[in-house]
């Protein structure tokens, strides 16, 4: 790690929790970079999905049933 980053992260230790959090919050949106084909294709994904589920052909699943299979396989 540079000696910058060092000193950067020793002073955001210091810092209240508060602060901190928001910093955190500030660095790791930072790192995201959109990518809007992406994007796109998760927006296509989602739209075909719900119409698929709304035309009986996609079936939904309780959160609570997909968590305890889940637990059974773990």
């Known amino acids: 790690m540079p000696l910058s980053a060092k000193i950067i992260l020793h002073q955001a230790l210091e810092l209240?929790?508060?602060d901190r959090a928001v910093l955190v919050d500030g660095l790791i949106a930072s790192l995201h970079k959109p990518n809007s084909?992406?994007?796109m294709a998760w927006l296509n994904e989602t739209e075909q999905r719900l119409f698929a589920y709304h035309a009986g052909e996609l079936e939904a699943i309780d959160a609570e049933q997909v968590?305890?299979?889940l637990g059974k396989k773990v």
């Open 16 to 18: 209240p929790s508060n």
């Open 37 to 39: 084909a992406i994007d």
């Open 67 to 69: 968590f305890a299979e």
